[in-house]
């Protein structure tokens, strides 16, 4: 039997057919939001972000799985939003990001989201990355 090589076009699928058999599992959901993602389906992708949001919220109090998913959730929900020009929205979840990003336990993990993340919000609300101002 041949290998599957995963590629942005039969990770859709995939997703589809593992949120199918997990319906409350944000991770599955998070998989297949990123996925349409990749897709440059960003309309899609934010209604799946939303779902996983959702699946979080319904799980309680989060472990170190919820956590990551958290973040992910967050930070994929906000570059969708941005690309599909909800910028409050996209600030709104980079915050919620950050806030979740600044508790995570890997100092490398936690220094690089952070980073990241205030870069994303400052060139969303200013148009600055990082204090560098993109070219137009």
């Known amino acids: 039997m041949a290998k ?3 590629t942005v076009a039969n990770m859709v699928p995939k997703y589809e057919a593992e ?3 997990n319906p409350t599992s944000p991770v599955s959901q998070i998989g297949l939001a990123w996925a349409l993602y990749g897709q ?4 899609d992708a934010v209604l799946a972000f939303e779902k996983a949001l959702g699946l979080i919220g319904a799980h309680g109090a989060p472990g170190p799985e919820l956590e990551t998913a958290t973040l992910d959730a967050h ?4 570059l969708a ?11 709104r979840h980079f915050e919620h990001a950050l806030t979740v990003a600044e508790k ?10 952070t980073k990241l993340i205030k870069a994303q919000i400052a060139e969303t ?8 101002t993109r070219p137009a």
């Open 4 to 6: 599957i090589t995963p």
């Open 19 to 21: 949120v199918a058999a």
């Open 40 to 43: 440059k389906r960003y309309a």
């Open 75 to 78: 930070y994929g929900m906000a």
């Open 81 to 91: 939003q941005k690309i599909v020009g909800s910028k409050s929205q996209a600030v």
């Open 104 to 113: 995570v336990e890997n100092r490398d993990r936690r220094q690089m989201m």
């Open 125 to 132: 609300d200013q148009g600055e990355w990082g204090g560098f």
